[in-house]
């Protein structure tokens, strides 16, 4: 069926739309962050606040720090500490549970997910090195059924930021996300057919919400850990969450002055 | 800190409003179902519509079929196709995400996660049985970390319904959650710590959700293949799904038929 006269002047008004938000500077950068740890030195660095009247529904650890740094609108989410166990809130279902929420209360214009990561040292990952993801797909969906099994793997661009890439000198590579902190023999084959550099728990479940939403996201890894190397990934991931969370704040604040003053297409 | 008169007396209040909200009879009901194949059927028994406008944010492909039905008010979820792979929309992240909006949305007074699952027979189950789960939790959820192990297991019970188990005559059993249709030897091993008899890939999420937003939730599972049979898992589901489904959506009549003019507590 052919689009009726008014749904085609429906889409251009909303093809127009879209255009001039794209070439107005950003305005408002949702940042979803797992763990506490990762996220309250930003906190501090771009000065937010607890926000007292949560936008979020009444029960729910889901915290929000917000505030204004270099004329944007900074929130950054934390999905909280489990209600009963005291533990951050990491991996798929609150990940995508908080990106949805955010989304729906805040409109932003871009979503940054940022966190820590596992890296792959056959794939040029070291401690402490700093990537922007250049697409995110799961691991741990395995479902061997022809289109379910796409379905699951659920492989996702990112928002294409060349400049921003180039600009800040970060690394590049593949993320793959999967709700277990260790990694058996069929998340490690999945992991190589993703082509994956960075390993992480949340990546995917933020994008998959934030392209269902359509509002643009990049993301930002830091390594703990190397999968293929010598240590047991908890005891490591441990060893060096303080340290390499300076990195990654400190890429995330490059980002975020980056970002400034600018429109999406220029990144 | 001694909580102030204030929040003593709101705590009254809201028991008070929780005892009435208890004691009168269940108005709304919210069925998440993952599969179309699955909750049609339901949607025509209960002679349900698919909502006009949408709860839901425009673009996503949530579906909610409503009706009223021996003076309950009925909605059948259906997370929809992936937008892209036109597939169902299976899994923890599509299940949570429409458990939290329909919640937001409807404000149920009790959710039904209805699908069918896979069953071991070594624990009795058995094609075509129909479960009620005593309690739920995932098995593709491993964090080594103290406490971090028992949040990625995620344990909840469900809301108890012993007067429904035994007039029903249902069969009753531990459900674990993974986004997995097969099943690793890692996976194995979590789903013999969850003494489990039945395997879906959404319970654990809906419960996850449903609890954070403090909604009685229960879960009907029917079983389409036996997980240590002979046979491939992907083969005897798709072989067995449209007759199993009959008996999933006629355990699911009878509930509904129960529930109708009950209060939670008589469950």
């Given amino acids: 069926m052919a689009p009726s006269l008014n749904d085609k002047s429906e889409k251009v008004a909303e093809e127009s739309m879209a255009s001039q938000l794209q070439n107005r500077p950003i305005s408002t950068i949702v940042i979803i962050i797992a763990m506490q740890t990762e996220a309250l030195p930003l906190v501090n660095k771009f000065q937010l606040s607890e926000d007292p009247d949560s936008v979020f529904p009444k029960g729910v650890p889901w915290v929000r720090y917000h505030g204004i740094y270099r004329n944007l609108n900074i929130n950054i989410i934390w999905p909280g500490q489990d209600t009963v166990l005291g533990v951050d809130c990491v991996g798929t279902v609150s990940a995508s549970l908080v990106t949805y929420a955010a989304i729906q209360a805040l409109q932003p214009d871009l979503i940054i ?5 596992g890296g792959f040292k ?3 990952a070291c401690i402490g090195d700093v990537f922007l993801a250049s697409d995110v797909a799961f691991h741990d969906r395995r479902i061997p059924i022809p289109v379910f099994d796409l379905y699951g793997v659920g492989l996702r661009q990112v928002f294409s930021t060349p400049n921003l890439l180039k600009d800040l000198n970060l690394k590049i590579g593949k993320l793959s996300t999967g709700d277990s902190l260790d990694m058996s023999p069929q998340d490690e084959a999945s992991i190589i057919a993703n082509d994956a550099t960075i390993k992480d728990m949340e990546g995917a479940a933020v994008a998959y919400v934030a392209d269902l939403l359509k509002i643009p996201a990049i993301f930002i890894k ?3 850990d190397i999968i293929d190397g010598d240590k047991p990934t908890s005891e490591e ?13 400190q890429a995330v604040t490059q980002v975020v002055d980056y970002i400034s ?3 999406l297409p220029e990144l």
């Fill in 113 to 117: 997910n940022a966190g820590t990561a």
């Fill in 237 to 249: 991931f441990l060893q060096n969450l303080a340290a390499v969370t300076a990195a990654l704040d």
């Fill in 222 to 224: 830091a390594v703990t």
């Fill in 261 to 263: 003053g600018k429109c």
């Fill in 122 to 124: 056959a794939k040029g």
